[in-house]
């Protein structure tokens, strides 16, 4: 017999399904809980609360294990697959035939370049403005260049929006960049792979082509690969309330940017760094950070480290601890960073407060490392990361628009504020003083 789940209230019980996913994974389906009891539930930063069934990637946080579609990501850890091809997986739910492949990447070609008005659109941003800022409004600009595909009525014209959103999102990054910086903006070159395309558009000079090293476009492919997908997090989790309104493809990722730029999710890349410089520059020593980082008085943050869902090793951090020792070895980098951050993690896995809390390296502790290694400046580490995630938005959108369960994402709140009161006109309030 099917499981239930009982609730009592009172003096009343209540009986719940119970539904279990395909990896053992079990919730209380309490979707008639306030029709039949009257009550809501209360779970702050959703903890505990599955808000859909999804078939695109498997975390298990306990044991640190991360599947896209159930294939771990260790073996994206090698030449092959690149992340075209993780990407397809991600978005399409099963892995491309050479010909699906062949016929994405002819798309991705031919629509990596901007609509030459978009350009204006960066002229309008000034000179040092915050590349986030203009990747999430260009995203959603392209809503004004592609009104065919406000809505995605079968899968063709669903593959054309995403592969463009797919191809355009490093184009708009290097653009964002340049401008930033008030460099020209580099065309993209037909010839070359995804991320060699990203490299030279982030670094030539129209005076000369910048120098492609395949291994650091191997780097490339594999961050972007590891930071492709994670499930419910709070830019997904904000691409699926925005989509959840009927907001189209690109509105809901440009949103799904914006929820990722915060040092709690993908700006924590960055705040690693800066907090790896302070210790370089003898702000603070590595012991300091951690006692701050353990002080109740300080909000201070050990960043890189902790997880809502990874009480283990976060296993994206494993493989890019070895990426990020292969790529300063190979280029004979030597980042005094590098070593702050090996002390650090080495001094906060002793450390019973990490130890209890069960707090480890998560994504975010190294990546930064290997990104200025490529070059790659500190203010684009979370666009980086954007790029990356773009196909688990995608994926978490689509999933979600084809889902008969889909209701708008509309939560309830428990109102602790005055109870009736009356409207007071403004002559006869007393001052605030
Ligand atoms: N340094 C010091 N203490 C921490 C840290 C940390 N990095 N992370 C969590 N804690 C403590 C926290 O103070 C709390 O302690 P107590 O029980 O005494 O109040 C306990 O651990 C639980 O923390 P929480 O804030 O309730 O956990 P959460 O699941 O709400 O937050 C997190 C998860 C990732 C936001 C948090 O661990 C954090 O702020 N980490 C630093 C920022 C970071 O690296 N973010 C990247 C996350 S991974 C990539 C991504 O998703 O973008």
Same mark, same amino acid.
């Given at each position: ?29 309490? +979707?008639?809980?306030?029709?039949? /009891?009257?009550? @809501? ?7 505990? +609360?599955?808000?859909c069934?999804s ?24 030449? +092959? ?10 978005i399409? %739910?099963? =892995?491309? +035939?050479?010909?699906? =492949?062949?016929?994405?990447?002819? @798309? ?41 595909y406000l809505k995605l009525s079968d899968e063709?014209t669903f593959?054309?929006a995403a ?8 184009? @708009? ?66 691409v699926r309330?925005v989509g959840s309104g009927q907001a189209n493809l690109?509105a809901s990722v ?5 929820? =990722? ?8 890349? =960055? ?34 480290? %902790? ?70 400046? /500190? ?14 938005w995608i994926a978490q959108w689509r999933e979600q628009q084809g889902d008969p369960q889909t209701r708008i994402a ?8 005055? /109870?009736? /009161? ?12």
């Amino acid at each position: 017999m099917a499981e239930r789940a009982i609730l009592t209230i009172g003096d009343r019980s209540y009986e719940f399904p119970v539904i279990e996913g395909s990896e053992g994974e079990r919730a209380i389906d309490i +979707t008639e809980l306030r029709a039949r /009891t009257g009550l @809501i539930t209360y779970d702050p930063g959703f903890g505990n +609360t599955g808000s859909c069934i999804s078939n695109i990637t498997f975390i298990d946080g306990e044991k640190g294990i991360l599947r896209y579609r159930g294939i771990p990501i260790e073996q994206f850890d090698r030449p +092959t697959p690149n992340f075209i091809e993780a990407a397809w997986l991600i978005i399409f %739910g099963r =892995l491309p +035939t050479k010909d699906d =492949l062949a016929g994405f990447n002819v @798309i991705l070609t031919e629509n990596a370049h901007l609509d030459e008005s978009m350009k204006h659109n960066f002229e309008g941003f000034p000179v040092g403005a915050p590349p986030m800022a203009m990747l999430s409004a260009m995203i959603n600009a392209l809503s004004c260049f592609h009104p065919e595909y406000l809505k995605l009525s079968d899968e063709d014209t669903f593959e054309a929006a995403a592969a463009r959103l797919f191809s355009k999102i490093r184009t @708009i990054a290097a653009y964002s960049y340049r401008r930033s910086k008030g460099v020209p903006y580099i065309f993209p070159n037909p010839h070359l792979r995804y991320c060699a395309n990203f490299l030279h558009m982030m670094f030539s000079m129209p005076y000369k082509d910048h120098v492609i090293d395949s291994d650091i476009e191997d780097a490339l492919n594999l961050i972007f690969i590891l930071h492709a997908d994670h499930e419910q997090n709070c830019s997904a989790a904000t691409v699926r309330v925005v989509g959840s309104g009927q907001a189209n493809l690109f509105a809901s990722v440009a949103a799904g940017v914006c929820a =990722l730029w915060g040092p709690r999710h993908g700006g924590a890349n =960055l705040a690693v760094i800066r907090m790896l410089e302070d210790v370089h520059r003898g702000n603070h020593s590595p012991e300091e950070c951690i006692r701050m980082a353990k002080s109740q008085t300080s909000d201070f943050r050990l960043m890189g480290f %902790g997880h809502r869902v990874y009480k283990n090793y976060d296993p994206r951090a494993r493989i890019l601890k070895a990426v990020c020792d292969r790529v300063l070895t190979r280029h004979h980098v030597n980042d005094p960073l590098l070593e702050i951050a090996l002390r650090l993690e080495e001094l906060a896995l002793k450390d019973e407060y990490f130890v209890e809390r069960k707090l480890y390296p998560n994504v975010d502790f190294y990546s930064g490392i290997i990104m200025r290694a490529i070059g790659i400046p /500190t203010d684009m580490f979370p666009v980086m990361f954007a790029i990356g995630r773009v196909p688990g938005w995608i994926a978490q959108w689509r999933e979600q628009q084809g889902d008969p369960q889909t209701r708008i994402a509309r939560p309830r709140q428990i109102y602790a504020g005055p /109870t009736v /009161t009356s409207y007071i006109p403004i002559e006869r309030r007393e001052s605030a003083g």
